[in-house]
């Protein structure tokens, strides 16, 4: 039934926009006019330039992968996936479930769900070191913000639906 009613609305929808495009004006803009002359058109005079080279500056505001902000930003990443984990490991054990389709394939032991928020850990890490060495450091930050936002969402979450 649903099916149908879609067939429906998508024929119809293609018969209107085919009328539309067949007589709206702007389709027809670039058509030639048979009562038009064309307009002599002027050879233009091109003249040579001389190359411009333009060096490229090197950027000083880099830093180091390692520094003080990164730092924080890892372990708080680090100390919220591990909460994350405590908090869904006792949630699996009183009779909960997993929500997270990903997680849910690791949650039937704790070695394979610590497995989970260790390997979460590490691909925050190397994928901030891939955006610091491609020149993207304000997503090399955005890296472990999005994941502190995630872990703390699920860690409330878990806590709160205990």
């Known amino acids: 039934m649903t099916f149908r009613r879609f067939s429906e609305f998508f024929r119809l929808s293609a018969v209107v926009l085919v009328v539309i495009g067949a007589f709206h004006p702007t389709l027809h803009a670039q058509a030639l006019l048979a ?3 064309l307009p002599d058109a002027p050879t233009p005079f091109v003249e040579a330039a001389s190359p411009i080279v333009i060096t490229p500056s090197r950027v000083s505001a880099e830093h180091r992968f390692w520094d003080k902000q990164n730092r924080v930003l ?14 869904t490991r006792a949630n699996l054990q009183s009779g909960g479930r997993e929500l997270n389709p990903l997680v849910r394939m690791f949650g039937r032991s704790t070695a394979g769900l610590a497995a989970n928020f ?5 691909g925050v890490i190397s994928l901030s070191y891939f955006f610091h060495k491609t020149g993207h450091h304000k997503l090399e930050r955005a890296v472990s913000l999005v994941n502190i936002g995630g872990s703390a969402g699920a860690v409330s979450f878990g806590l709160a639906h205990r």
């Open 35 to 37: 009562s038009a002359p």
């Open 74 to 87: 890892f372990v708080a990443a680090a100390a919220l996936n591990g909460a994350d984990f405590a908090v």
């Open 118 to 122: 260790v390997g979460e850990t590490a």
